[in-house]
């Protein structure tokens, strides 16, 4: 028999534990957080905060069209892009937009990263080849 005060707690089996039962306010705005916070990490666009997950289809037909030229669309191409890729999940223009702006960026930082190996390389050889450098230095005695 429960007492007044008690209709909150479900007694544990071990003892000294009691948890809150489903009907206790905080427990059920945990239960609450918890739903939320597993929505927006499965990114179901729905809410503010989450984020933008493109499906194999969608980043399929993006890289098709940067591969064929388009590198930086107009407003009107991001509105059709936008309708033609809704076709395959949630997109919005903002998700196109930023994903071109995105993927120019790392196309020039790997052509930076690229031109600056070959540059280190280029010195490294002639240094190598340079009259003043030995890697094994060989000493002249006089006989």
């Known amino acids: 028999m429960q007492t ?3 209709d909150n707690i479900t007694k544990s089996p071990i003892p000294f534990i009691n948890t809150p039962s489903l009907r206790d306010p905080l427990r059920s705005n945990l239960i ?4 939320m916070s597993a929505t927006r990490l499965s ?9 933008w ?3 194999p289809e969608q980043v399929m037909l993006l890289e098709g069209m940067y591969r064929g030229g388009l590198k930086t669309p107009t407003a009107s191409q991001i509105q059709q892009i936008t ?3 809704s ?11 930023y994903w071109f702006q995105n993927h120019k960026a790392r196309d020039r930082q790997k052509v930076r990263k690229k031109l600056l190996a070959m540059y280190q390389h280029q010195r490294l050889l002639t240094s ?4 003043c450098y030995h890697p094994f230095p060989i ?3 006089s006989s």
């Open 87 to 97: 076709l395959y999940g949630k997109i919005q223009g903002k998700n196109v937009f």
């Open 128 to 131: 190598y080849n340079s009259p």
């Open 32 to 35: 609450n957080y918890r739903k």
């Open 43 to 51: 990114n179901s666009g729905s809410g503010g905060g989450s984020r």
């Open 83 to 85: 309708a033609r890729l």
């Open 139 to 141: 000493q002249v005695t």
């Open 4 to 6: 007044e005060g008690d």
């Open 53 to 55: 997950c493109p499906t």
